[in-house]
T-cell receptor, first 117, second 112 residues
Framework: EVHMVESGGALVQPGGSLRLSCSVS????????MSWVRQAPGKGLEWLTN????????NYVEFVRGRFTISRDNANDSLYLDMISLRAEDTAMYYC??????????RGQGTLVTVSS | DVVMTQSPLSLPVTLGQPASISCKSS???????????VNWFQQRPGQPPRRLIY???NRDSGVPDRFSGSGSGTNFTLKISRVEAEDVGVYYC?????????FGQGTKVEIK
């Protein structure tokens, strides 16, 4: 069975940084593009970024480009999201997702990032 | 970016009755491979979202067959043939044909 477990969320001050992790099991991690999606409290879903199987290609939504960096460790079936210059509007639940040519599969419970002083 | 517009945003339904949610995209979602990448997600209250439908009309494993997806080009629909209490929540469409992937605003389904 496919499992994805996000971790690393925390309370951080504006301007701070954070690294989120996603540990997966139940599928061949290295065979899939992977994405991060977030949901601000009471709001809808936002796709943020994705990364190719071997890490050689990455895509970002404009409003996180330059502040967020996606990476992966195929040896340890792990996905990461490094976030810097965090703002109040980055407060959200963050989910990792498996991509299969345009189809997004969310399975985790998410990890909560709160940006506040 | 492709804009996904859902309607209605709120959908009160009677138990046992059908429900339908529309999702319109700002441009055609047919990919160069000829396939159309539209997903539907359900988010029950207090729960993370889960995918119900992929590639317009394919139901995920474990999804009841009262859920169905249809459409083509720029117009897509999620239908629930007979609404049950456990179907209460917010439903989102998403396009995966273009980057960035984009979601609809969400449609809140509630029981009358």
């Amino acid at each position: 069975e496919v499992h994805m477990v996000e971790s690393g969320g925390a309370l951080v001050q504006p301007g701070g940084s954070l690294r989120l992790s996603c540990s997966v099991s139940g599928f061949t991690f290295s065979s899939f593009w992977m994405s991060w999606v977030r949901q601000a409290p009471g709001k809808g879903l936002e796709w943020l970024t994705n990364i190719k199987q071997d890490g050689s290609a990455k895509n970002y939504v404009e409003f996180v480009r330059g502040r967020f960096t996606i990476s992966r460790d195929n040896a340890n079936d792990s996905l990461y999201l490094d976030m810097i210059s965090l703002r109040a509007e980055d407060t959200a639940m963050y989910y990792c997702a498996r991509e299969s040519t345009g189809d997004l599969d969310l399975r985790g419970q998410g990890t909560l990032v709160t940006v506040s002083s | 970016d492709v804009v996904m517009t859902q309607s209605p945003l709120s959908l009160p339904v009677t138990l046992g009755q059908p429900a339908s949610i529309s999702c319109k995209s700002s441009q055609s979602l047919v990919y160069y491979d000829g396939k159309t990448y539209v997903n539907w997600f359900q988010q029950r209250p207090g729960q993370p979202p889960r995918r119900l439908i992929y590639k317009v009309s394919n139901r995920d494993s474990g999804v009841p067959d009262r859920f169905s997806g249809s459409g083509s080009g720029t117009n897509f629909t999620l239908k629930i043939s007979r609404v049950e209490a456990e179907d209460v929540g917010v439903y989102y469409c998403m396009q995966g044909t273009y980057w960035p992937r984009t979601f609809g605003q969400g449609t809140k389904v509630e029981i009358k």
